[in-house]
């Protein structure tokens, strides 16, 4: 029994170095065949790359429902602006509907605010509820653009009804204005047609030879400066007309060029003082220097002077200018009128306006035309002859003055024609130009008009 069990267990030993040499073998011959390599991987890393790959399944599910609420929260915010256009433009429907009111219109509109705010009242609690609508987040911010543009486009039309009926009415009451001005113009335009026409100065209607004092020619002085500015507001128009350079005239009406003017509408006084220098021109003389003094000379020479002017006064003030010239072309008047026409009015002004020199010919041969120039012209000449006859109606020494540039202001002897200077400086002023000369009749002084500058003012280069 001894014996056996060796054997047997040789024999075991045996059978295992035979199969270690096959396995051997067996696997040279597998390299020489397939060359390569095997790696026997414990049973726990292979667990653990199992849960990996589980792991990485539930962050992928996670990420797209997180994409997933992303979408839908934007699509709930885009449906949430849509809303609130909506209402924006609901409201902006009932604002345009109560003016003017309309019953049918403010009841739809009112219906279509309660309906927006209701779907944003449900809005709200879907959102807290965490109830957000479940439809393609893609289709509702489509949809939500759609509506917000219909409801943008919906405000801009309100917008701009609402802003033509404020056009309308805008241009309603500037036509109403226009209407209102043109006829306060045409009552004016009437009303100064009848005071030419008639020429009434009904202030002095009343008046006595021997009742005439220096308080009347003052009266009758303002009378006069009035058709002098209307003459120079026809004048400026004629030179706009004409494309002139207002500047450069004004310059040359007051025969220099370094007067800054405060404001640019002051130029007009350029022009006034200009008109003013022409037609007072020779006041002071009895004949307005047209003819010599010895044409009234006689025994009583002073009272036959007054009583003259003082007519001429009466036949001058309640005529029709251009009847009157018509009447008596070769009058006293008639010739002062021809005269100071001549001199004031330039031929290359003339033409400027006009393009020909057919008044002047006219004016120049005794004969006086009707255009609305030389109509307004010879009204102010009228006023001008009026105020004449009437100095030399007083038994008074009559005179006038222009003061001289750079004089310093007095207001006993001169008022300024604008206020804005005595606002604009601190000091003294000093005169620019004379406006309106000033006038002594006897010991009254009437004052001249002047515009003045800051004394201490630059003069421009």
């Given amino acids: 029994m001894d014996s056996a069990r060796p054997n047997k267990t040789s024999s075991r030993i045996a059978k295992t170095f035979q199969r270690v040499i096959h396995l051997k073998s067996a696997t040279r011959n597998n390299r ?80 279509s605010v309660v309906d927006e705010l209701k779907s944003l009242s449900e809005m709200k609690y879907s959102f807290l509820k965490k109830q957000i609508d479940s439809s393609p987040p893609h289709v509702t911010v489509m949809l939500a653009e759609i509506r917000e543009q219909q409801s943008l486009m919906k405000t801009y039309e309100i917008t701009m009804k609402k802003m033509q009926g404020e056009i309308e009415n805008k241009e309603n009451q500037i036509s109403s204005l226009e209407q209102k001005l043109q006829e306060i113009v045409q009552t004016n335009k009437s009303l100064e047609k009848k005071m030419n026409a008639s020429g009434s100065f009904s202030i002095l209607d009343n008046v006595n030879f021997s009742e005439v004092n220096p308080k009347d020619f003052v009266l009758v002085l303002h009378y006069c400066l009035r058709s002098v500015r209307n003459f120079v507001k026809l004048l400026i128009r004629e030179m706009e007309s004409a494309d002139w350079d207002i500047e450069a005239a004004a310059n040359s009406a007051l025969q220099k060029n370094d007067v800054v003017f405060v404001k640019r509408d002051h130029k007009a006084f350029a022009f006034e003082s200009f008109v003013c220098r022409e037609i007072f021109g020779g006041f002071n003389d009895p004949g307005f220097s047209l003819q010599s003094k010895s044409s009234l000379s006689g025994d009583n020479i002073h009272q036959q002077r ?118 604009a400086a601190d000091g003294g002023f000093r005169v620019a130009f004379t406006v309106v000369p000033g006038f002594e009749v006897g010991r009254t002084v009437v004052q001249s008009q002047v515009y003045l500058l800051p004394a201490n003012s630059p003069a421009r280069n």
């Fill in 32 to 111: 020489s065949r397939n060359p390569g390599f095997c790696l026997l991987i414990p049973q726990e890393k292979l667990r653990c790359c199992e849960s990996h790959h589980q792991f990485d399944k539930e962050d992928e599910e996670e990420a797209r429902e997180e994409f997933k609420n992303r979408a839908a929260m934007a699509a709930f915010v885009a449906k949430l602006f849509a809303t609130v256009s909506a209402v924006k433009a609901a409201y902006a429907e009932l604002q345009m509907a109560q003016f003017p009111y309309s019953d049918e219109a403010v009841q739809s509109a009112d219906q």
């Fill in 306 to 423: 007054r009583v003259f002017f003082f007519e001429e006064f009466k036949k001058l003030r309640s005529v029709g200018v251009v009847n009157f010239l018509k009447r008596n072309p070769s009058s006293l008047f008639g010739k002062f009128l021809k005269s100071k026409y001549l001199q004031l009015v330039h031929p290359k002004m003339e033409f400027s306006f006009s393009g020909n020199l057919n008044q002047r010919k006219m004016v120049n041969s005794g004969e006086f035309p009707e255009t609305e120039f030389f109509k307004s012209f010879a009204e102010m000449g009228r006023r001008v002859w009026l105020l004449h006859c009437l100095a030399f109606s007083f038994g008074q020494e009559v005179g006038f003055f222009q003061v001289k540039r750079d004089s310093k202001f007095s207001d006993v002897y001169m008022e300024s024609v604008t206020e804005d200077v005595f606002a």
